[in-house]
């Protein structure tokens, strides 16, 4: 039987196996006691794959943005580097949250946000949805000296980097970056309520999920971005499942909520998937194997790889965070050695953010998994490769509904 589902593979772009979910899923996944989300994984034979650069990606020399029809914009060539100095943060501070919602937080409800017990300290962005060279994707305006610390250390530390937000600049995530095929250094469309073209300043990693790009804060005013529609929120000494209930009550239905940091799941045996729901699951996603990779896409006929996760547990009736950052927060971690049919496999390639969770898979089984690769690619079944290995969750259906 296994040399049967190891022939499908070579005909994944013509034929849609379905036979998978039935040979593959024996078992019912039920779980253990107490595990957490730092587990350590065994290692079996590496397959080959392309390393990314080790550094953050920045071009050599600006070039002059033109304004967009109706829309006064400064270029880089209109600032000196002394107006866009951006001080050296004197620490780093660990996001817990991240608050978006379509209207502006009023003063009482950041305040009460900041007074919620265990916050440490809170940071106002403008947040919206815009869509960059054509893609879709969710962009922070920031004040770049205030907003610094609260990256990963290796963006944060980049001077150039932050003087390339300060003179108008975008930076994308290193994730769409490449699998959008942003051009690095050059000028693109990027369109909210206005369009405003912006140079593509940098690729790097803010350590948020779900956030593909940031410009300053003048930059998400010419986009039609409203100031305080986000609040970035540190708690590091509290429960963080807590403090994303609190701040979500505090901020009201309409807000959205992202987990941004690892947490500690306890859970009794008998809480994760069904037999039924595994297969449904992994039934679904077979049928999609041959489809595209697109960035952004959820399905049903193109999916990135986050996308392909969410539509699948969707057709078994479980509902799942949108991106792989808050995916990998679903459930608890296990060894690779006891992954089982329907667990989630996850990768971090982004070299600007070691801890970054940037790529997910379905396994399948006997070392298979059902993924939607990359740009250029499709949806297709093959063996599990080890490079960037970050860990295997096991989803729990009620963790993965308080963490997205």
């Known amino acids: ?23 593959i899923v024996l078992t019912a996944a039920t779980g253990a006691g107490a595990v957490t989300m730092r587990g350590h994984h065994a290692t079996p034979q590496p397959q080959p794959r392309p390393l990314a650069a080790s550094h953050l990606e920045l071009p050599a020399a600006p070039a002059p943005a033109a304004p967009a029809p109706g829309v006064t914009a400064r270029s880089s060539a209109d600032v ?86 300060a003179r108008g600049e975008m930076t994308a995530s290193f994730d769409m970056g490449h699998q959008a095929g942003l051009p690095l250094g050059a000028t693109v469309p ?24 940031v410009v300053s804060d003048q930059r998400a005013g010419q986009l039609g971005l409203r100031r305080n529609t986000g609040v970035v929120v540190s708690a590091p000494h509290a429960d963080a499942l807590a403090i994303r209930r609190a701040v979500h009550d505090v901020a009201g239905s309409q807000a959205h909520v992202s987990l941004l940091r690892v947490v500690v799941v306890i859970r009794d045996a008998g809480e994760f998937l069904t037999r039924v729901q595994i297969n449904n699951m992994l039934h679904a996603a077979a049928s999609r194997v041959g489809k595209p990779y697109v960035w952004g896409a959820t399905g049903p006929n193109a999916f990135d790889c986050s996308g392909l996760v969410q539509w699948s547990f969707a057709q078994a009736g479980i509902w799942m965070p949108r991106v792989s950052q808050q995916q990998w927060f679903a459930g608890p971690h296990v060894n690779y050695a006891d992954a089982r049919p329907g667990d989630l496999l996850f990768w971090h390639n982004d070299p600007t953010d070691r801890g970054n969770i940037d790529h997910v898979a379905i396994y399948a089984g ?39």
Do not use: C
């Not at 039987?1 to 040979?23: D, N, V």
């Not at 001080?87 to 950041?110: D, F, M, N, Q, W």
């Not at 869509?131 to 305006?141: N, S």
């Open 366 to 404: 006997d070392g298979m998994m059902l993924v939607a690769p990359h740009t250029g690619a499709y949806v297709e079944y093959v063996p599990v490769y080890m490079t960037n290995f970050a860990g295997v969750v096991r989803v729990d259906p009620a963790m993965a509904g308080q963490v997205g």
């Open 80 to 165: 000196t580097p002394a107006q866009v100095r951006v001080p050296r943060p004197h620490g780093i501070v660990e996001a817990t949250v991240l608050v978006t919602t379509r209207s502006p937080l009023s003063a009482r409800k950041l305040r009460a946000i900041r007074h919620v017990s265990g916050v440490h300290a809170t940071q106002t962005v403008s947040a919206g949805r815009a869509k960059i060279d054509g893609h879709r994707a969710l962009v922070l305006g920031v004040d770049p000296a205030r907003f610094r610390p609260w990256t990963p250390r290796l963006t944060a530390r980049s001077q150039p980097l932050w003087q390339s937000i």
């Open 1 to 23: 039987m296994h040399e049967r589902l190891r022939s499908l593979a070579p005909r994944a772009r013509t034929a849609t196996p379905l036979g998978i979910t039935l040979a």
């Open 190 to 213: 990027v369109r909210a309520a206005q369009r405003v073209p912006m140079r593509v300043g940098a690729f790097a990693s803010v350590g948020m999920s779900g956030v593909d790009a």
